[in-house]
Each structure stands twice: as structure tokens, then as C-alpha cells.
């Protein structure tokens, strides 16, 4: 059985054939070399995975490809292509946000999908937000002041 | 000038081996030191910046690799600044030093004129031409660093001292800048069905159940090592999360035996003869294991060829594990290389130099083919080393004038030195699957010189007149325990401290006020008195109300950073910690951001040890699990934080990562306490331990 799924991969036009129930996570650090997506549990529990999926963060490490015919997939390395994740982007880099690293890109993920949503997101929504990720290094507070650096970037230019 | 070599000078002396000018316009330096989310390789660059003069920008780090860099053993102990930073700098102070000596040699001139700024020789100050790359071939890089050079004095420091920004998080922050991220041709992917106990015999695997269900999978099985590969990660990843369903696993009894240990270690300062007490305590402090928990799963890679084996891993100690993979694969250590990659945060011993064994034994199966291994979530929380269970005990009197007359502190702890290697053991976790006699047979508590492990802040920093600690291993428990940052001073700290409250208590004395009473120690009693002033302390809160300051202090190793901490908690159902006050002392602060980065990063994760983490043991097991039964502190939970830095550059530096662990725990077991009006002495502060305390009550 063959089958071929085609689907927007940051901005451009993307198909992986007999991907069938394999995660997204596993598809674009294997057949399509995108590896700052991290695997840390495979459980929607620590959002070291997320990425963007249609405007909304979602966990890769559970989501089949069979479900994303059509979608439209932002990965961490099309970050640096939009205003909002570069003022993101600028902002972990000022605040020198995290230690080891290996969470920021899902955060990063999650954070610019809620300022597409939330154009000055208070700080009771970004720890709403934030909370759906596990950091172990204790960078939370770094973590935190380089998201409310951004929004409080790009609340002031809307 | 200080001529004490540091020891990995004395045991890598070629200048050459640290620091090369190969490649124009960078300054390469090797350290053996490794990266694990600390921001090491940022300071180690500035601190060879200022040494030759040239911006932090054009340093570059060389992957730590057993066939090129220094050997400097484990990066662990909050020694890296301390060792490998002063290498460095004696290393590159003689380095320039001879490239002057070759400028003089090629313009005729006399050394003292000429100086190096931005790599450029400049003759009183013009420029020459020549440059510190132009003059490398003139240098004999064998020499050995001889520690005569005089380095640069503190006032000529530009990058150290600064907030350099970290040099290696670009890549990952966007980019593959993991080892998880190595994408070398042809990989295979491996995962290994680990053994659910400590000598689990693999009883049986259902060969045909799984090339039903998952066809194509390679299974390599060697006595209790089972490891599943194939060139799709997805495939491997999904049979081996079935593992339960094809293996059969079974205890063989009488196999496991207890590792020896030596008797009790005792420790006695202060000779005077204990006088009568007026009041005392005498009760035990303890903590539960607590898992590494690192969010990245432990991976290596390995490939076998012509002989010669590769190995990938983000060990601590690349060094050590080289010996050990050789020993255990039946290699020379010269054909087995370990090249440092860098993993997800490494708090201590965790599973990384695991991972790196279980790569090697796939390789040497499927000579030819790069093999990489990754620990599923399960894996990694529930079977690296975890960190010891322990409990300290102390009996202590104070005399009519409110002082501590007489001190007797106890240890009772796990091993928390099981590295590869220590104790001529191999301890690797697959070593054991493929032969169950490697299971260590003595065990012993790290020496004084390196910290001790179980023994770790055992001593008080306190005057007693009369002081007695006694440590001992305990090795009954099957459960494999190892280093996690801080190793014995988190609950040493937390109990001491916590004693000293108890006892400020019957004195009825205020627990700054009685501390400061029984310290002389200078930069102690400064740290006290800087967290308290930040603090407010003592605050207006009454005792047993729900809302309460705690206090204390320690000096890391009793030889390291100083550091005092007040936390504010409130407890109703559960206990949260609402602000912190950290005052510290680590001398020479190289990079201030960085610094602060491990001081709160270090209380941060104390904080979600001493209120939240606890391993599940049933019998004697550990039952595998998942975030979901090991929750750490949320960003919602997140403290306020204010810390202060006690800065003195003439002092040497000290390291930072593992300076907070003890104090902030102590602290925030006192603040509890006081909000309580009862003692927590058991960690975690759970709410079931609340609940157990109030019914104790």
C-alpha cells in the first residue's frame, strides 16, 4: 500500500509518501533533516516537540502524518523568516534565555503560536502557556522574562 | 606567583595540547572539560581571550576528543573554572610569551617593547606585520606549560568579568546543535530493551511475535542485552516501546550480592570535652532518590571500522569511559576514540556514558555502519543512576549561654560515586546485562581531596567546640545510584541547617542571630548577613501562620563557593515557595550572566528536589515511569528570585553550579517549618509528607 501525503512545510510545499500513522517528529528529523524539533518523551508531556500545525503548537512526537494532509507545518528553522519569531528569537538571544537548550525550541514554538493569537498576552497566559513544557535546568526565569520582553516588543508596535 | 601547577597541567604539560594558531584568525583552544549546558566553553573563551588579548569571538573550542585534547578527567564538582580555567590561562600566557620571544627573534628586536592586541605584535605600540598566526611555526608547541609565565593581573581583564553571550546556543536554540542531531550516512537506529531490575535475566524473547508485528527489525541479543536496530527510527522506536510484549524477564536468586564497603569514616574537629547540656535534639533528616530527569533522553552513536572504534557521547568524562568501553569489549583503549557532543542538561552522573557502552556493542555486531542509540523517556528517568537516598542524623546539646556544647552528626547514604571506572568497577549499565560478575564488589565513598560523596558538607562550617561526624555507605539496596550535582550536600546542608534552627529554637534565640554566634568564618557570615538584609529578615510574619522566612548558608565542599539563601513560602494544602534571596561568594565572577544562570538554575532545581521529587521504589525495584509520576517545577511555580554577588576579583574564582543545592533546601525546609509550627525533616516536603507531619504532630 502506497500513499503520499502533501502538505505546507514552512511555506513551502512538501510530500512524504507511506509515512501512514509515523509522527511527525520522526518525519522531519529523518526524511527531511529538520533537527531542532527535539524527542524528549514521546508523551505529550514535555513539549520539547511542538511545533506549529495551522497556526496552533501541537505536540509532533504523537501526531500522525496521515492527519496533515493539507496542513500548514512551522518547524523552529522558519523562525528566523517571520517578524514574530525573529523579535522571539532576539529576545531568548538578549535575555540569554535557558541553559542547556534543549526545551527553547518547542517553547519558542508555543509562544509564537499564542502571539498569533494573543497580540499582548498578560503574564497569566504566557504561564499558561509556558507550563505546558518542562525545563530541568531551572531556566525558568530567563525563559520567562525573554517571552515578556517580546510581547512587550511587538504589543508595542501593533 | 603561584607555582602550584594545576593538576591537569601537570598531567597534560604540552603546550600544544591546549592551544593552537593552525587556522588563521582563530585561536583554538582544547579543554577537557565538556559542555553540558553550564556555559563552560563561554568562560574558558574569555579567559584565554584576555590572556592573548584578542576578542572573545575569535576563541573557538575544539570538541573534546580523546585523541586530541587534554585529558582532565570528569567535568564534574564545580571544578572546571577552578582546573581547566587556569590551565588555560597559564597555557595561553606562555603561549604568548613565546610568540613575543619569536617576534623579537624576526624583527631583532628586544621582547620588552612588543605586546599583542587583536592577534597583531605591535612594536611600543605600532603595528609590526606579524601576527600571533604568522609566528605559530616559529613556537615549539611541545613544550611543557611551565607555570612561570606571569598571567595578566585583574585590572588588564576586558572579557572576563563581562556578560559574554553563551557561544554555543545559536545552533541550539534553531539549528542540530545536539548530539541527538548527528546525521551521519547510512545510520542505523538502536534501542535497547533495558533490563526492568538490577541482574534481570532475559528468560525469554518471541522472535516470531515480533517480525509479525514489526518485520524487518534486527534483534542482537547478548546473554541480558537485548538491542533492536534498523535505518527507520520510527520503526525501532515503535517495537521497542512493545518490549513488554515480547520479552520475558526473570529473577535469578542468589545473584545479586551486596558490594562491600569500608566500615564507618569518622571525622573529629574540636577536642574539648563536651560540656553539660541544657537542651538538645537528637533526630535524622532524609531524602528520597531523585531521578537526573534531564528533558533530553540520553543518546550515542558508534561506528566499528577497520578496527577502530568511534563513539559519540555527551559523558562527563569521555576519558574514563574510553577505558571502560575497551575493557568491556575486549579493545586496546588506543582503538576506541570518544569525541564529546553535546547533550540536553547534565546535572551529574546520568545515563549519557550508558548510552555511549550500549552504541559501542551495536557497533562492534554491525562493523561498518554508524549506530545511534536514544534512551526512550521511561529509560531515562527510571534506569541511569539515580541519586542516592540518604539520612543524616544529628544529636546535638547547647549549654546555659544559648552556644552548641556538643555536636554528633551521623551519615547513612547510598553511594553517590558509581562512575565508569571508580573503583577499578566498570559500572555501566549494559556491561552488567552482558555479564552479571561485573557488578561492582566494593564500594567506597568519594576521598576528602575530591569533595567526599556521602561525606559531601558533612561537617558544619559552624565553631562548635566539640564536633563529631561519622559517615557510612550503605550498599543493601540494589538500585544503582551515582552523582547527581551537589551529591551528599543537599541533605548534609539541609540538615545541619535545619538542626541549627531547631536548636536557635530551644535557645530561644533568632536562627540569624544564633548562627552568626558560632561563625568566624568571614565571607559565611557575609553571605548571612547580605541575604538577610535582602531579605528583610527576620520579617513580620508570626510563627505557625501559614507565611514564614527560613535561612541558611553553607560553603560548598566547605573549600568552594559561599552562598546564603531566605526563602518565603506559604503552606496550606501543599508547601510553595514564593520568593528567594540568594547572597553569594564565588570570588572572580568570569561571566555575570553566566553565574547567575547556575546560581538560580541550581536553586531552581533544588527547589523542585526539596519540595517535589521522589523516585518510587517497590521492592527493592524501580517500576519504570514517566513525567507523569515525577512532576518538577512548573514555570507557574517559579519563584521570585533576587541575587546578589559579593564581588571581590582579586579572589580566585570558584565554581557555581552546585553552591545553591544544599542552602536553598535548608532554607526553605526552615521557612516550611516556621509556617507550620512543626519540623519537616524528611524530604520531599510532598503534600503526603505534610499531611504525615500533621498527624505526627
Not at chain 1, 540569554?96 to 503560536?113: E, K, P, T, V
Not at chain 2, 558508534?302 to 568511534?310: E, I, N, Q, V
Not at chain 2, 521529587?613 to 517545577?633: G, N, T
Request: aromatic share 4%.
Amino acid at each position: 500500500m502506497s500513499s503520499s501525503i502533501a502538505f505546507q512545510l514552512n511555506g513551502s510545499a512538501a510530500q512524504v509518501d507511506d509515512a501512514g500513522d509515523e509522527p511527525l517528529l520522526f518525519v522531519l528529523r529523518n526524511r527531511l533533516d529538520l533537527k531542532a524539533t527535539h524527542f524528549g518523551c514521546g508523551l505529550e508531556q514535555c513539549g520539547a516537540c511542538v511545533v506549529s500545525v495551522d497556526g496552533q503548537a501541537r505536540y509532533s512526537c504523537t501526531l500522525p502524518m496521515s492527519a496533515l494532509a493539507g496542513a500548514e507545518v512551522t518547524t523552529p528553522e522558519a523562525l528566523r523568516d517571520d517578524p514574530v519569531g525573529v523579535a522571539l528569537l532576539e529576545a531568548f538571544e538578549a535575555e540569554q534565555a535557558g541553559q542547556c537548550g534543549y526545551c527553547i525550541s518547542g517553547i519558542l514554538m508555543r509562544i509564537h503560536a499564542l502571539f498569533k493569537t494573543e497580540r499582548r498576552p498578560g503574564r497569566a497566559a504566557i504561564l499558561a502557556a509556558l507550563d505546558k513544557h518542562l525545563c530541568r535546568c531551572g531556566a525558568h526565569g530567563s525563559i520567562l522574562r525573554a517571552v515578556e520582553r517580546a510581547a512587550a516588543r511587538l504589543g508595542g508596535e501593533a | 606567583m603561584d607555582n602550584v601547577l594545576p593538576k591537569s597541567l601537570q598531567d597534560n604539560p604540552e603546550l600544544g595540547r591546549w592551544i593552537s594558531l593552525d587556522a588563521p584568525g582563530v585561536v583554538g583552544i582544547r579543554s577537557g572539560k565538556v559542555e553540558l549546558g553550564q556555559g563552560i566553553l563561554t568562560a574558558l573563551a574569555q579567559i584565554a581571550a584576555d590572556e592573548l588579548a584578542v576578542d572573545p569571538a575569535l576563541v573557538a573550542l575544539a570538541p573534546c576528543d580523546t585523541d586530541r585534547s587534554p585529558d582532565e578527567g570528569i567535568t564534574a564538582g564545580s571544578q572546571s573554572v577552578e582546573v581547566s580555567g587556569a590551565s588555560i590561562r597559564m597555557a595561553a600566557a606562555q603561549a604568548r610569551a613565546a610568540l613575543l620571544d619569536a617576534a623579537a627573534v624576526r624583527l631583532g628586536v628586544d621582547t620588552a617593547g612588543l605586546s599583542c592586541r587583536g592577534g597583531s605584535i605591535l612594536l611600543d605600540g605600532a603595528p609590526t606585520g606579524l601576527d600571533l598566526w604568522s609566528l605559530a611555526p616559529d613556537v615549539d608547541w611541545r613544550q611543557p606549560v611551565s607555570g612561570n609565565v606571569p598571567v595578566r593581573s585583574v585590572g588588564a581583564y576586558s572579557a572576563v568579568g563581562a556578560s559574554h553571550p553563551r557561544i554555543d546556543m545559536a545552533p541550539k536554540r534553531g539549528g542540530a546543535g545536539f548530539i541527538h542531531d548527528l546525521a551521519l550516512p547510512g545510520l542505523l537506529h538502536a534501542r535497547v530493551v533495558r533490563q526492568p531490575f538490577r541482574l534481570a535475566r532475559l528468560a525469554h524473547v518471541d522472535d516470531a511475535w515480533l517480525q509479525r508485528r514489526h518485520p524487518g527489525i534486527t534483534v542482537l541479543r547478548k546473554n541480558d542485552f537485548l538491542a533492536l536496530a534498523g535505518p527507520d527510527e520510527y520503526g525501532v522506536h515503535a517495537a521497542h516501546a512493545e518490549a513488554d510484549r515480547f520479552t520475558t524477564w526473570e529473577e535469578v536468586p542468589g545473584l545479586w550480592r551486596p558490594a562491600e564497603t569500608a566500615g564507618e569514616k569518622v571525622i573529629r574537629l574540636g577536642a574539648a570535652t563536651p560540656s553539660v547540656g541544657t537542651g538538645g535534639i537528637d533526630v535524622r533528616y532524609s531524602r528520597a532518590h531523585v531521578a537526573h530527569a534531564s528533558i533530553g533522553p540520553s543518546c550515542a552513536l558508534a561506528r566499528f571500522d577497520a578496527g577502530r572504534l568511534t563513539v559519540w557521547s555527551h559523558s562527563q568524562g569521555i576519558f574514563p569511559l574510553r577505558a571502560q568501553i575497551a575493557g568491556c569489549l575486549g579493545l586496546q583503549p588506543s582503538a576506541v576514540r570518544v569525541i564529546h557532543a553535546h547533550g540536553a542538561g547534565c546535572y551529574g552522573h546520568n545515563g549519557a556514558d550508558d548510552a555511549a557502552l550500549d552504541a559501542a556493542i551495536v557497533a562492534l555486531e554491525l562493523p561498518g555502519r554508524p549506530v545511534r542509540i536514544m534512551w526512550s523517556r521511561e529509560d531515562e528517568l527510571s534506569r541511569g543512576p539515580l541519586g542516592a537516598a540518604m539520612s543524616t542524623g544529628i544529636e546535638a546539646g547547647i549549654d546555659a549561654a544559648g552556644r552548641v556544647a556538643s555536636w554528633r552528626l551521623s551519615v547513612l547514604s547510598e553511594p553517590h560515586a558509581q562512575r565508569p571506572g571508580f573503583g577499578g568497577h566498570v559500572n555501566l549499565s549494559s556491561a552488567e546485562a552482558l555479564d552479571s560478575t561485573r557488578l561492582p564488589g566494593k564500594v567506597e565513598d568519594l576521598p576528602d581531596a575530591a569533595g567526599g560523596g556521602a561525606a559531601r558538607n558533612a561537617v558544619a562550617i559552624y565553631d562548635f567546640p566539640d564536633q563529631q561526624v561519622t559517615v557510612r555507605l550503605d550498599t543493601r539496596s540494589r538500585i544503582r545510584t551515582s552523582s547527581l550535582r551537589s551529591l551528599g550536600a543537599h541533605l548534609n546542608v539541609f540538615a545541619i541547617e535545619s538542626a541549627m534552627d531547631e536548636l536557635a529554637d530551644l535557645a530561644g534565640a533568632d536562627p540569624l542571630d544564633f548562627r552568626l554566634r558560632h561563625l568566624k568564618d568571614e565571607r559565611c557570615r557575609a553571605v548571612l548577613q547580605g541575604a538577610a538584609e535582602m531579605s528583610g529578615w527576620p520579617g513580620s510574619q508570626p510563627a505557625g501562620e501559614g507565611r514564614a522566612l527560613g535561612i541558611a548558608a553553607a560553603r560548598y565542599k566547605n573549600k568552594g563557593a559561599w552562598l546564603a539563601a531566605v526563602a518565603e513560602v506559604s503552606v496550606d494544602e501543599e508547601v510553595r515557595l514564593e520568593r528567594l534571596w540568594l547572597c553569594v561568594d564565588v570570588g572572580l565572577v568570569i561571566n555575570p550572566q553566566g553565574a547567575l544562570s547556575q546560581i538560580e538554575g541550581g536553586a531552581i532545581q533544588a527547589a523542585s528536589w526539596t519540595l517535589k521529587e521522589e523516585v518510587k521504589v517497590e521492592d527493592d525495584r524501580v517500576p519504570a515511569f514517566d513525567w507523569s509520576a515525577y512532576p518538577i517545577l512548573k514555570f507557574s511555580e517559579l519563584p521570585e528570585i533576587e541575587t546578589r554577588f559579593i564581588v571581590d576579583p582579586t579572589r580566585p574564582p570558584l565554581g557555581a553550579g552546585e553552591a545553591s543545592q544544599g542552602p536553598v533546601a535548608a532554607a526553605i525546609g526552615n521557612a516550611a517549618s516556621r509556617a507550620l509550627g512543626l519540623r519537616m525533616r524528611d524530604l520531599p516536603l510532598t503534600r503526603e509528607r505534610l499531611v504525615e507531619a500533621l498527624m505526627s504532630a
